[in-house]
Each structure stands twice: as C-alpha cells, then as structure tokens.
C-alpha cells in the first residue's frame, strides 16, 4: 500500500522512519564537522535542571551560556554555573543590563560567580525588559564599568543581531546597532580580554552572509559566534521568532509551514549550517568563526544533533 492509501498518523511515521534510515546513511560532511567543532549552547537554571548529566550529551570543554530571564534568582544562576563549571565545561553567564539595579548588584554578581563558580567569562546584552530596573540600559555601560576588567575576567562577549533589533533601532534600521558594535570593537583594543560577538539565531543563510560581510567591512574585527536555532517542533520555532524579532528570515518558516510533508516533522537546522559551512571553507577569512546553538526544541535535541553533525564527536 503507498502513501496515498494511509491515514495521516501513518503518513507521518512513514516520514519519520525514511528520514531516520536516510540520516543512517547519510555521511559526516567535513566542512559542517569543522564548522560545528567547538560549538557553544544555551542553557537556563529551570532548562538544566532537567538534565541528569550534562557530560553525557556535550563534549568535554564546551563552552555553555546561562541566560539570565527576568525573574531567575541569581542564586539560581550561580548554582547552574557551579554545576557546570564542576562538569568541565566553559561557562559563560548572561549579565543583561537592563535587570542590574546599580554598580554595587553588578560586583556582586561578578563576585559571586567568580568566587562560587570559578567563572571569567561573561556575555553582556542590553536584556529583555523595556523599562530598565535601575542605572544600567545597554552593554555598553556594563564594559565602560571597569568591573569585569578589575575582577580579571579573561572573555567577553556582546551580542550581534543579524537581522537588526528594534529595541535599538526603533525604526528597523540597522544604524544604532553598528554603531554599538563600532563602539564595542574600540573597547577591544582597550582590553586584555578576549572578545567576541555572539548573534541572536536566524533561519536564512544568506542574509547572516551579507550581514558579516557588512559588519567586517566597516571595521568591526571581533570573531562572530552564529546563532542558530537547534531542532524544534515549527510552531515553537515561529514562537520564539516572533517573540525575539526574528524578521526577514522567518520567511524560511512560514515557507516550511506551507509544505504539507515537513510541517508535522520537527525543522533541523542542516541547510543554514551547510550553507554557511561550505561558504566559510571557500572563504577563510569570512568573520563567523563559531556556532552558537539556541536549544528552542530541548538541550538533548541540540546535542545530539551536534553530534550527528561532528565527525569528531561522533567517534569519540
């Protein structure tokens, strides 16, 4: 009996079980291997308290990030950290301005996850809250501090918006967030710090291309860590890219929507890796240096879709 003669939950197993006997298959591509190594992801306290055991899903020195939403005890946070830190893994805590109160809340922080955690590594971003809660409104402010600096923090990452974000640019233009990352790229040769940019996640290729190329071409030399969304179910991705201002690429979405045969099935991001992946091996010198996963669809989904992916890992 084919296709035609099943009912839907039938159709969609059918699906499901040719795309696992394809990816059976389906040899490691070494330039997505090269460009998957050394990924990072994402994590937050109530996401990593589902996992049992962190070291069975990541390879070894990976570096994690803590986002820090709106609300999470700090506590909370630096427990997750300490966790991490205690697995073998690079950890590197969101400080989002707009939730700090002051200077004194931000040493604190600093302190706590120095002190508690063993981190020197931070990931500073303006936050998701409108209204700041105290003196700080952008990442900016947190650099130009000094407190990272004095504590002796040995990384720090800001934050790239491939598509633009309008919490900075309020018209949809792209001009307050190069200036910021104009701004960032002087601080760079100000510091011993190593510094990088890590962008919010994408579904197109092309426009990620054209944005770096962009981005290099006005003088900003920081490395590029690429956001993109792991697998997930297509209506939590089109949740979540609504939500953080996902614009021209969400297109890729609302195509895949209207394919009956991938709708049901969870999206996975291959074509945007390879693309980008084959573009970085044909150009060595183009700015993404890294793969940032956001976990949308569940840490274990990321990690072993990494590993699919990575001939490294997946020998090991």
Same mark, same amino acid.
């Given at each position: ?41 994402? !994590? &937050? @306290?109530?996401?990593?308290?589902? =996992?049992?055991?962190?070291? /069975?899903? +990541? ?31 690079? !950890? &590197? @805590?969101?400080?989002?301005?707009? =939730?700090?109160?002051?200077? /004194?809340? +931000? ?5 706590r996850y120095q002190g508690e955690a063993g981190v020197d590594q931070a990931l500073m971003l303006a936050g998701g809250v409108d209204k700041p809660h105290g003196d700080f409104d952008n990442s900016m402010q947190l650099l130009d501090s000094g407190a990272f600096d004095r504590a002796g923090f040995k990384r720090l990452h800001v934050a790239g918006h491939p598509e633009g974000n309008r919490d900075i640019d309020p018209n949809g233009g792209m001009d307050n967030v190069e200036d910021a990352l104009r701004w960032k790229t002087d601080f760079n040769s100000r510091t011993d710090a190593e510094m990088a940019i890590v962008t919010q996640f994408a579904f ?113």
């Open positions: 009996m084919g296709l035609n003669g099943l009912g839907i939950r039938d159709r969609l197993m059918a699906l499901l079980n040719f795309r696992k006997k394809i990816e059976g298959e389906r040899p490691v591509d070494p330039k997505v291997s090269d460009f998957i190594r050394d990924f990072s992801i994402e !994590v &937050m @306290p109530r996401t990593a308290e589902k =996992i049992e055991d962190f070291r /069975a899903l +990541l390879p070894s020195g990976t570096r994690v990030y803590v986002a820090h939403i709106d609300g999470t005890p700090i506590d909370d946070m630096v427990a997750t950290a300490k966790r991490l830190t205690n697995d073998g893994f690079q !950890v &590197m @805590p969101h400080f989002p301005a707009r =939730i700090i109160k002051d200077q /004194a809340t +931000l040493e604190d922080w600093i302190a197109d290729a092309d426009p990620i291309i054209k944005w770096a190329n962009a981005v290099q071409a006005a003088g900003v030399d920081l490395p590029i860590h690429i956001g993109i969304a792991g697998p997930a179910k297509l209506q939590t991705l089109i949740k979540f890219a609504v939500a953080c201002g996902v614009g021209p690429s969400l297109k890729v979405l609302q195509k895949r929507a209207l394919d009956v045969s991938k709708l049901l099935l969870p999206y996975e991001p291959d074509e945007i890796v390879t693309t980008l992946a084959h573009h970085k091996a044909s150009n060595p010198g183009f700015a993404i240096t890294h793969l940032h996963l956001f976990p949308l669809g569940g840490i274990k989904a990321s990690a072993n879709w990494a590993k699919r992916h990575n001939a490294a890992a997946a020998s090991a």
